[in-house]
T-cell receptor, first 111, second 117 residues
């Protein structure tokens, strides 16, 4: 099956710092999503980005499908950004319906 | 109001008991999914359904069954719960219609934290 690797596994930031999270995947995909799992366990949709670049406030994401990676940028981090960030992909082609998740990047933003 | 709701939000049960987790959605999506998350890991697919007559096994379906009662409702059952089914369970939905603004994007419920003693 498709492999999804996220880096770094853990990240500690001072409030106000910027960061880049990376997601590498091993095969062609037609869906890539970034999620934030907050400390209460809820999964929040950040981006649906199978290709290209999107921005939403302090967050932005870029997916280069031909090179099989995606980046999530967090600028001016806040303590509320803490949690685990997941990348999830869906394999291209008929018969593939599930999202395959990476193991996540655990972000801790300290005051 | 939340678009995807799950009940209960937390449940503690004993080995051997039958448990049902319920999911409802108001997004009008045809596709629904059940995932489980174990500590320190991403989510894995248990079952998925494209409509009330279409149920499919996912990566880890053993020990689970599902029922699609209506377009908006999808239930997950553990017929005889065991401790290694202790996990966080998520329901998700997606829209199958190409060209729609949310086509192919999955939306998740708040999760059910299940503990099997």
């Amino acid at each position: 099956g498709i492999q999804v690797e996220q880096s770094p596994p853990d990240l500690i930031l001072q409030e106000g710092a910027n960061s880049t999270l990376r997601c590498n995947f091993s095969d062609s995909v037609n869906n890539l999503q970034w999620f934030h799992q907050n400390p209460w366990g809820q999964l929040i949709n950040l981006f649906y980005i199978p290709s290209g670049t999107k921005q939403n406030g302090r967050l932005s994401a870029t997916t280069v499908a031909t090179e099989r990676y995606s980046l999530l940028y967090i600028s001016s981090s806040q303590t509320t950004d803490s949690g685990v960030y997941f990348c999830a992909v869906r394999l291209s082609g008929a018969g593939s319906y599930q999202l395959t998740f990476g193991k996540g990047t655990k972000l801790s933003v300290i005051p | 109001d939340a678009d995807v709701t799950q009940t209960p939000r937390n449940r503690i049960t004993k080995t051997g008991k039958r448990i049902m987790l319920e999911c409802s959605q108001t997004k009008g999506h045809d596709r629904m999914y059940w995932y489980r998350q174990d500590p320190g890991l991403g989510l894995r697919l248990i079952y998925y359904s494209f409509d009330v007559k279409d149920i499919n096994k996912g990566e880890i379906s053993d020990g689970y069954s599902v029922s699609r009662q209506a377009q908006a409702k999808f239930s997950l059952s553990l017929e005889s719960a065991i401790p290694n089914q202790t996990a966080l369970y998520f329901c998700a939905t997606s829209d199958y219609r190409p060209g729609g603004s949310t086509y192919n994007e999955q939306f998740f419920g708040p999760g059910t934290r299940l503990t099997v003693l």
